[in-house]
């Protein structure tokens, strides 16, 4: 059928020339831009897909940049802490030193107590001075805060709290039953007339051998086991005529052991005098927090849950129940790519100031300078040594849970976060980004297709033209 006013295969050359060199078009924006997605309209669920994985991948960035920053902040304060322990190891030489008492004068014990009051007052600087982006690290700024701490609780230590979505978190103890020392009694009044002995006391901290003559009372006998109790960890005390003899610490490592090793000496288990015993060893307390059962020592009980993680010991004899509430402190990393507990963690820095370092039943750091109640020119080194070794531990403790938090936590963060990057990554070019071998196979086509319409146009165009040959 020929028709001039209509020109039906120009318009179909049209439509295709026209479709084509949209083709064309597209292919050049990809080519040009690298990118397979350059508007909306060019894939819309791809779209949608590949900006929840650039935001994914943004947060993830962000969450390796914030574990970067907290492993700063953990070097920064161990640093510090490294130091500080460098001062306690001078400090406890000072003391040792100071116990030499025969052989230095009372001069040069009181230039070793002035060189201890400087190194203390060092450590305290350090815990006070110790910053990172202006925030402080070891003045207890990044402790936790607790309330309704009950005098049956001592040297309480929070380590971590994930608080989650609660503005505090109740921390309920129940002990159903007390540490217990060891013990062994003597029951017989003292020795007879031709009761010569040599005997043996062993504790936990050693082993001292004591000879007796017959007739010698009770009374001497325990004076003599309590004179050597700080080798042997056994003290002794007169209950009525018999002889009690008891660990100077509570707990299943705490031990009591008599025996003859020259004549007779026979004693009773102390909890039961029925039994005839040469050795007894204690109890831990057994306790439970917040449902979860605490593993104890002695009366030093502890916790590591993901929710909780503390340290503390208990008063002497105590049983029943008793509760407290972290009611914030702490310092929070925000480690994931969410805001959620599961990728947050929280955790506390204790002071490390001389004031708190040590233990409430035996003293502070801050009570071994001069004018404290155990100085070296006092002669109280025996008690200084003891306060300075728990400083030492509690400071060396400090370190190894901080190093720990880097090394498992932070450091192993880092590497899962890289991991999932480039995941994310590769899951977001494979939408977006322009394969472009496929590209500039596209493009010769669009080509091709382009110049074939043009010329097919062409030829549409002048088809009409042969109508004129019906005309002549």
Do not use: W
């Not at 062993?202 to 700080?230: Q, Y």
């Amino acid at each position: 059928m020929t028709r001039i006013n209509t020109n039906v295969p120009a318009l179909i050359a049209v439509n295709d020339l026209a479709r084509n060199n949209a083709d064309l078009s597209a292919t050049l924006r990809r080519l040009s831009s690298g990118l397979k997605i350059n508007k909306a309209g060019d894939d819309p669920s791809g779209l949608i897909i590949s900006e929840l994985l650039r935001g994914q991948i943004g947060a993830l960035h962000q969450a390796v940049n914030n574990s970067e920053r907290a492993s700063n902040v953990l070097a920064t304060a161990e640093g510090a802490l490294n130091e500080v322990s460098s001062l306690l190891v001078t400090v406890r030489q000072l003391a040792v030193q100071a116990s030499n008492t025969g052989a230095l004068t009372s001069e040069e014990i009181s230039a070793a107590q002035l060189q201890m009051d400087s190194a203390i007052q060092s450590i305290t600087r350090i815990a006070n001075t110790t910053t990172f982006g202006g925030t402080p690290l070891l003045n207890g700024n990044l402790d936790y805060v607790t309330s309704g701490v009950a005098t049956n609780i001592t040297d309480l230590s929070i380590h971590a709290v994930q608080f989650g979505t609660q503005n505090f978190i109740p921390v309920i103890i129940d002990v159903a039953s007390a540490a217990q020392a060891a013990g062994l009694s003597f029951t017989a009044a003292g020795l007879t007339a031709s009761q010569n002995v040599t005997i043996e006391i062993a504790g936990r901290n050693g082993v001292e051998t004591l000879s007796f003559i017959g007739s010698t009372a009770n009374s001497a006998i325990m004076f003599a086991i309590n004179t050597v109790s700080d080798v042997t960890g056994v003290s002794a005390a007169l209950s009525g005529t018999a002889l009690a003899m008891s660990s100077t610490d509570q707990g299943s490592e705490a031990l009591v052991s008599v025996k003859a090793l020259a004549g007779t000496f026979s004693t009773r288990l102390r909890e039961n005098p029925a039994v005839v015993s040469q050795r007894d060893t204690g109890t831990d307390a057994n306790a439970s927090i917040n449902g979860s059962q605490a593993v104890a020592s002695g009366n030093h009980i502890s916790l590591n849950t993901t929710a909780l993680s503390l340290d503390l010991d208990l008063a002497v004899g105590f049983t029943g129940a008793t509760q407290f509430a972290v009611t914030g402190g702490g310092a929070l990393f925000q480690l994931g790519g969410g805001v959620s507990t599961n990728e947050q963690i929280n955790i506390g820095i204790r002071s490390v100031a001389a004031g708190r370092l040590g233990r409430a039943d035996c003293g502070y750091l801050s009570e071994v300078v001069t004018g404290g109640r155990y100085t070296l020119v006092g002669g109280q080194t025996r008690e200084a040594l003891e306060i300075i070794d728990n400083a030492i531990l509690q400071v060396a403790t400090t370190r190894g849970r901080l190093g720990a938090f880097e090394l498992n936590t932070v450091d192993t963060n880092i590497a899962s976060l890289t991991v999932a990057i480039e995941n994310a990554t590769a899951a977001e070019s494979i939408i977006r980004d322009t394969d472009f071998a496929a590209e500039t196979a596209n493009l010769t086509r669009a080509q091709i297709l382009v110049s074939a319409g043009t010329s097919v146009l062409s030829t549409a165009n002048t088809t009409p033209q042969s109508i004129l040959k019906l005309l002549e």
